[in-house]
């Protein structure tokens, strides 16, 4: 353990220690060991506790950790969280002090998602101390969730011969079951016009000006499809535009990047080449995606999901599925044929923020609640671990998709 934890519970300790550790992405430069230190940290905490785990490469400096506690099946349920951190440029508390006021911890990966790794990492231990759970029980910690997904995905070859009946992706819901999330497609649109100097302006064709109208009809043309019932509509939205090389020169070109937020049962290329027929209209070009990432969606009735649910019946707290905004590892797990619902302690609002934060309590509950979900008991009679649809052997995605958020 790092820092002076006298009196501070096990859980305050831990997640302390978590975010104590600077592990922000680098999105897609070299690693400086942030994810990796975390990842070691993981390692030898849940070593100290009897469960077996190990390191793998991702990329260099830049590593997974899998611990695996056997079951009284080789049927597994997989705990699936993420390492790294967004950057902490405008935080207004230390992002690295794990300061605790009003039974919260403040810090950079807090909520987002050291929070719900530190529930997984607490429930593991649990399990590996009394009698074996249900299913085999797989916690990993990826890297690179928060970019390019690289960790899930190197994830899926290193258990590509387990079977799993479900996972439960640790991201802050508010301890809420979500089946269902949005996908994305990022592409760049362009205008071209014809460079010249301000002071003739006659001369030239301005390219920003040309881009003025595409920006005007995407925030005036939302995407058609229909809502979903737990994820509503569809959209599109300008994140960023670039135009223009001096305050003299009339710009020639003019780039503008779109994020387009899809529903389940879309099909991502054919988001981007109706995108492109439309503003094509407009006079504008569509460079091809340069993030794609599906959305999620899975069946209510779904093993994994039930036993959620029942879990979180048991213990006094609603357990009605929703559906969130934001993507997560899920979706490429699913994608892989393992059903996925995401849940963790910690609210989105809370995720990325200035006073970035989670409640310990919560952070407890969600531990004693994948418990439970990993023992396949239901004190209620509710019923164990119900294996629909049947086990799945984990598979690469068909395409793999090269960036996400």
């Not at 050291?114 to 074996?132: D, Q, R, Y």
């Not at 970035?356 to 979900?373: H, P, Y």
Request: with cysteine.
């Amino acid at each position: 353990m790092t820092g002076d934890t006298t009196g501070a519970t096990e859980t305050e300790e831990l997640l302390r220690d978590l975010v104590r550790i600077p592990s922000v992405n680098p999105r897609g430069g070299a690693g400086d060991g942030g994810e990796t230190a975390v990842a070691e940290y993981v390692r030898d905490w849940l070593r100290l506790r009897g469960v077996q785990a190990e390191l793998y490469e991702v990329l260099p400096g830049r590593h997974n950790v899998v611990a695996v506690v056997p079951g009284r099946s080789a049927e597994a349920i997989l705990l699936e969280s993420h390492l790294d951190t967004v950057e902490t440029d405008g935080m207004t508390v230390d992002p690295y002090a794990g300061e605790i006021r009003d039974g919260r911890l403040y810090g950079r990966g807090a909520c987002d998602a050291k929070g719900p790794l530190a529930a997984f990492m607490l429930a593991v231990a649990e399990l590996a101390s009394g009698e074996p759970p249900s299913h085999t029980v797989v916690l990993a910690g990826v890297c690179d969730e928060e970019h390019a997904y690289r960790g899930v995905l190197h994830l899926l070859d290193t258990l590509v011969d387990r079977e799993f009946v479900g996972a439960i992706v640790g991201e802050p819901t508010g301890l809420v079951p979500a089946v269902a999330h949005k996908g994305v497609v990022r592409y760049t649109v362009r205008t071209t016009g014809r460079a010249g100097h301000s002071s003739r302006p006659e001369e030239a064709l301005n390219a920003i000006t040309l881009m003025a109208p595409v920006i005007a009809h995407l925030a005036t043309h939302p995407p058609t499809v229909p809502p979903h019932p737990l994820l509503g509509p569809a959209t599109r939205t300008v994140t960023r535009v670039r135009g223009g090389t001096g305050p003299n020169t009339i710009p020639g070109t003019c780039e503008a990047d779109v994020d387009r937020r899809t529903l389940p049962g879309e099909d991502l290329e054919s988001v981007w080449r109706a995108d492109r027929t439309e503003l094509a209209a407009l006079g504008a070009e569509l460079d091809p995606p340069f993030t794609v990432d599906p959305a999620l969606e899975t069946a209510s009735d779904a093993s994994i999901v039930t036993a959620l649910c029942d879990a979180l019946h048991d213990h006094g707290h609603p357990y009605e599925v929703q559906g969130m905004p934001f993507g997560t590892d899920a979706s490429k797990l699913a994608v892989a044929g393992i059903p996925a619902v995401v849940f963790g302690p910690g609210r989105v609002e809370d995720a990325h923020a200035a006073e970035e934060s989670v409640g310990l309590r919560e952070v407890e509950l969600a531990a004693r609640i994948v418990k439970q979900v990993a023992q396949g008991r239901a004190p209620k009679g509710r019923g164990e671990l119900r294996d629909q649809p049947q086990p799945a052997r984990t598979r690469p995605p068909t395409e793999r998709p090269p960036t996400c958020a």
